[in-house]
C-alpha cells in the first residue's frame, strides 16, 4: 500500500484522498456489494457459489482463486448461475480502507 493506493490481489485501487497509512501497512479494505461488477473479458476471475434473490436484485457471493469471498449485488438482468466462473472488476466509488488489528 502506498499514499492513494492499496495493492490487492484483485490489483490497486486508488484513492481519490491520501490514505493514512504508510508504505507497507497491513490493511483491510471493505468493498460495498454493489462495487463487484462483471467484466466478461477481465483476467480477474471468481466462481460463482451462491445466490440469493432480494428483491430487485440478487446477491452472489464469489469466490476467488485464493479462496476468499466477494458479495457482489447485481440486478436481474445482469444474472449469473452457481458453478460459473466469470469475469469481474472492482469498481468502489469511495475506497475504504483500515489498519489491520
Known amino acids: 500500500m502506498s499514499g492513494r493506493a492499496v495493492a490487492l490481489e484483485t490489483g490497486e485501487l486508488r484513492s481519490e484522498g491520501e ?7 497491513e ?11 462483471p467484466e466478461p473479458g477481465s483476467p480477474l476471475r471468481a466462481r460463482v457459489v ?4 432480494r428483491g430487485t436484485v440478487c446477491h452472489y457471493s464469489l469466490e476467488l482463486l485464493s479462496g476468499r469471498r466477494l458479495l457482489a449485488e447485481l440486478g436481474h438482468e445482469e444474472a449469473l448461475a452457481v458453478g460459473d466462473t466469470v469475469g469481474i472488476r472492482l469498481q468502489p466509488r469511495k475506497l475504504l480502507a483500515f489498519a489491520r488489528d
Open 19 to 25: 490514505l493514512r497509512f504508510g508504505d507497507g501497512a
Open 27 to 37: 490493511v483491510e479494505v471493505l468493498l460495498r456489494p454493489d462495487a463487484v461488477r
Open 50 to 53: 451462491d445466490k440469493v434473490l
